[in-house]
């Protein structure tokens, strides 16, 4: 809706509501820059006729997706350091091959191909890195998300092995 009528009440589409909302809700707490009770989340729900069942059940998705949005962004960080850790073997052995071709032959001659074809590899592997889109990127969440929940089984189940031989 782009102009108000005098003449007649708006109308609003659920989506439109909830945008509206969401806008005045961040307007007030810049304002008075505030975090808001559960407490005030109910009387906020019941205001708008939200029954309580339907505001845990809203809750519960949101922590979900705010746990899922946590271990994606521990998993870009597991990346980036994997990335900085290869980019750095790539720039100290490149360095050292370019100094040792440099010193030993007066010029640089066969350490620039090592330099170029490794350094399309680096690229690639940037790229992949920090390409947090598509289905490459999903699937490679997917494998890291799992041998995540597998290694904290794997320590859950040791840790209380051990605590039960301790006793």
Known sequence: MTAFDAKST??????????????AIAHQSKDQEKEF???QLLEIAA??????????????DWQVAQGEIQQRQAFNAYRTERFKK???????VNGVLLLVDLVGGGGLSWSLYILLFW?????????????????EYEIAF???YRKHQLKQTFNRVVNK???AWQS
């Open 10 to 23: 708006p109308s609003y589409s659920q989506e439109d509501v909830q945008q509206i909302l969401k806008l």
């Open 37 to 39: 009770s559960y407490e």
């Open 47 to 60: 205001e708008l006729e939200i029954s309580p069942e339907m505001l845990k059940l809203a809750e519960r």
């Open 86 to 92: 290869r980019f750095g073997k790539f720039s100290i």
């Open 119 to 135: 350094g399309l590899g680096i690229g690639l592997d940037a790229w992949n890195t920090f390409q947090t889109k598509g289905e």
């Open 142 to 144: 997917q494998n890291w």
């Open 161 to 163: 092995f051990l605590n």
